[in-house]
């Protein structure tokens, strides 16, 4: 989590929070017909606006597995090749090839933010900020033989 997230997430938390805290000081002050009455009224509300909201996260929790991971080559200097290979239901056979090329003259000069797929997310394969002079190759879910030459 990035700081800026983390920012969000301590300001969300203290929003509800200090929203709750009011709430019980206004049901607390209240008669007892009126806090039930606005119960009411909140827990009504609560429920309309909850019933979208779950009907949204059950269509994202339904979207195929590939959508939520990639593969992604980003701010990188790579002075040879990239294979990535991934969701192959069959062998897969990478062949030996020499890579004659020069080492790169330095590292990147900035790497951004992650891109739409990042470490930790499932299936996802990522390189992001590398500087390499060879191949990188990266296999993930081969349903028969891998077969890597070098």
Not at 24 to 43: E, H, M, N, P, Y
Not at 133 to 146: E, F, I, M, R, T
Request: proline share 8%; glycine share 18%.
């Amino acid at each position: 989590m990035t700081g800026v997230q983390r920012t969000v997430v301590w300001a969300a938390v203290l929003s509800v929070g200090v929203l709750l805290v009011g709430l019980g000081v206004f049901v607390g002050v209240t008669r007892l017909d009126d806090a039930d009455k606005w119960g009411s009224v909140v827990g009504a509300l609560v429920a309309v606006l909850g019933l979208p909201l779950t009907v949204y996260g059950v269509v994202l929790a339904r979207r195929p597995s590939s959508a939520t991971g990639g593969q992604s080559v980003t701010s990188s200097v790579i002075g040879g090749g990239v294979t990535q290979v991934r969701e192959v239901r069959g062998n897969v056979r990478i062949g030996g090839t020499a890579w004659p090329v020069p080492i790169p003259a330095g590292p990147p000069a900035a790497v951004p933010g992650p891109g739409t797929a990042g470490p930790g997310e499932p299936a996802s394969q990522a390189v992001t900020g590398a500087w390499t002079a060879g191949p990188v190759q990266q296999v993930n879910d081969v349903g028969g033989d891998a077969d890597i030459d070098r």
